[in-house]
């Protein structure tokens, strides 16, 4: 189906497959829905992933009818925020490095980003690595290597919290993300596998190989798989938060990323543009049989944190 019709079903269906007070209900059911992108004019489909049990056969037949038989529909269970399950230290500091709140256990680095009309190095990542889910405040150590890889406290200080997208518990999330300021004499490297990131986004629907370098898994790739997805459940320390316009990826062999690598930049293979902030995952749904991964559109990221590029 086309674009635009996708997107139509997507919304008409959204209400009925989706219910919030399934928040902490995951035996019954709970759907999300996206958009699984075309490999070809015109091919796109609905994408269906089941949180949990079965959803019931009527409610799914439904969907089927309604899309025509046009639906990628996956189990994809239980989806937590990608926290930690070391000597990591590493000066310049790269992507992928491990970093975290000095409250936390331990994330990774996404990218080095500059925000408007102000220059000074910045660290993207997850508002649950740099902010401890809102817990932390303007100011606040970050540290790298994080605490579980052996960070302390000013020893290992590389910058402080400066700003944050505060988690809602009880509507929806569109981003996880935070930004730290870097200390002054803290060096940096923006690349991946040796190649240097793009200053600007790309945009999610015109890219299908993607890479990224995370704390845990190191350097992965991938293909997306679903666009757009709505009504995504997540688990995070304080309870679980939905999510809307997330964007999926499997990995091309195994996961694409595990505990840890919360914060990562998912880039486009091809240009080494960032796509999405990877902040969850599950343990199952993708068609090798491993888990996929969620990312923020880094789009949004960058419009809700005010940052105007990578440096």
């Known amino acids: 189906m086309r674009l635009a019709s996708a997107r139509d079903l997507k919304r008409t269906l959204l209400d009925e497959a989706t219910d919030p007070s399934r928040l902490s209900a995951f035996a019954d059911g709970a759907i999300a829905l996206g958009i699984a992108p075309a490999r070809e004019p ?21 969907i089927q ?10 189990q994809i269970g239980r989806v937590f925020a990608q926290g930690d399950p070391g000597d990591r230290r590493e000066r310049p500091v790269g ?10 256990t331990a994330g990774s680095a996404g990218a080095f980003v500059r ?17 401890n889910e809102n817990q932390g405040g303007p100011g606040d150590e ?16 590389i910058g402080t919290l400066e700003r944050f997208v505060e988690l809602d518990a009880e509507g929806t999330n569109e981003v996880d993300a935070a930004l730290a300021l870097l200390d002054g004499g803290i060096g940096f490297v923006n690349e991946i596998d040796g190649e240097p990131l793009g200053e600007e986004p790309a945009a999610a629907d015109e890219v299908e190989a ?10 992965t790739h ?12 997540v688990s995070f320390s304080a309870g679980t938060l939905r999510f809307d316009n997330q964007i999926e990826i499997s990995g091309t062999i195994g996961a694409f990323s595990a505990g840890g690598d919360s914060g990562s930049l998912i ?4 240009t080494r543009r960032g796509v999405a902030l990877l902040f969850a995952g599950s343990e199952q749904g993708s068609p090798a049989g491993a888990g996929v991964t969620y990312g923020n559109s880094l789009t949004s990221v960058f419009a809700r944190l005010g940052v105007s590029g990578l440096l």
């Open 42 to 62: 015109e091919g796109y489909r609905l994408a269906v992933r089941i949180q949990g049990g079965e959803p019931g056969a009527q409610r799914l037949a439904l």
């Open 65 to 74: 009818a309604l899309a025509e038989g046009q639906a990628d529909v996956r």
């Open 95 to 104: 992507v992928g490095a491990s970093v975290g709140h000095f409250a936390i």
């Open 115 to 131: 925000v408007e009309d102000d220059d000074r190095a910045r660290l993207l990542s997850n508002n649950h690595v740099l902010a």
């Open 142 to 157: 970050i540290l790298q290597p994080g605490p579980a890889d052996g960070g302390r406290s000013s020893i290992d200080r």
């Open 210 to 219: 993607v890479m990224k370098q995370g704390r845990t898994t190191g350097l």
């Open 222 to 233: 991938g293909t997306v798989s679903a666009i757009e997805v709505d009504g995504l459940l």
């Open 267 to 270: 880039v486009d293979e091809a």
